[in-house]
């Protein structure tokens, strides 16, 4: 699977719609300091599912959002969209190409897109799940994270691998259905009171 393009749009820098392409083989992005380089990675993680606006270096999510220059008032819109080209089939339900789109509005109000239909937060962090490519994989790898991950505790540093492995999925299912059986305890625990109190 291959990520041909990127389109921005309100997004940090990138106040007007621009189209960044990728093409087969090595990408490099070159540009001076505070030009934008970092906020390109950061617009794909985020179209993926990044929740956290601190590791986008934003205090709240709608600090992602233009926020004007001397020149140009704030925008009240951001949005991101990604082409992955999928003929490989490497997320085997979807189709030869993938697409998904998040926006984000100044009040809060956020929408997703997977293939131009309309889905969750969670649809699109379930499809990376495990792909090697979810916002916490090491796919992506920004400034300082490299000495991040040596300085991580044993456990986190566990997670990433087990992302990496494809077992995060199934610890995930696991600890939901662990929960259901709980609850199913606790009901069958009250089932057992009441009929006692009956007998
Ligand atoms: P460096 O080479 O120093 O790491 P860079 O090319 O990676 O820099 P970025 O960190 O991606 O640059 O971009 C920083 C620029 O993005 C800054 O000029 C900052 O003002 C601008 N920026 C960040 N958030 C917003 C926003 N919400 N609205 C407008 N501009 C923003």
């Known amino acids: 699977m291959q990520l041909k393009s990127l389109v921005l749009s309100g997004f940090k820098s990138f106040a007007d719609k621009t189209e960044i392409n990728f093409s087969d ?31 986008l270096r934003g205090e709240r999510m709608p600090d992602i959002i233009f926020a004007g220059t001397d020149l140009r008032p704030q925008l009240n819109r951001a949005e991101v969209t ?19 789109t998040r926006r984000l509005f100044r009040n809060g109000d956020s929408e997703f897109y997977l293939n131009q239909k309309s889905c969750r937060l969670k649809d699109i962090v379930n499809l990376f799940m495990d792909s090697g490519l979810g916002r916490e994989s090491f796919s992506i790898i920004s400034q300082g994270r490299v000495e991040a991950i040596f300085n991580s ?12 492995a494809g077992v995060l999925k199934y610890k995930q299912q696991k600890k939901k259905a662990q929960s259901e059986l709980d609850q199913t305890d606790d009901n069958l625990n009250r089932v057992a009171d009441i009929v006692h109190e009956l007998q």
Not at 26 to 55: C, D, F, H, Y
């Open 25 to 55: 083989g090595l990408t490099g992005i070159v540009g001076p300091n505070g030009s934008g380089k970092s906020n390109i990675t950061e617009a794909i993680r985020w179209a993926m599912g990044e929740q956290s606006a601190k590791s």
């Open 82 to 100: 990604l082409n992955f080209d999928n003929s490989d089939q490497y997320l085997p339900q979807e189709p030869a190409n993938v697409m998904i």
């Open 153 to 164: 505790k044993p456990e986190d540093r566990r997670n990433i691998i087990e992302e990496a």
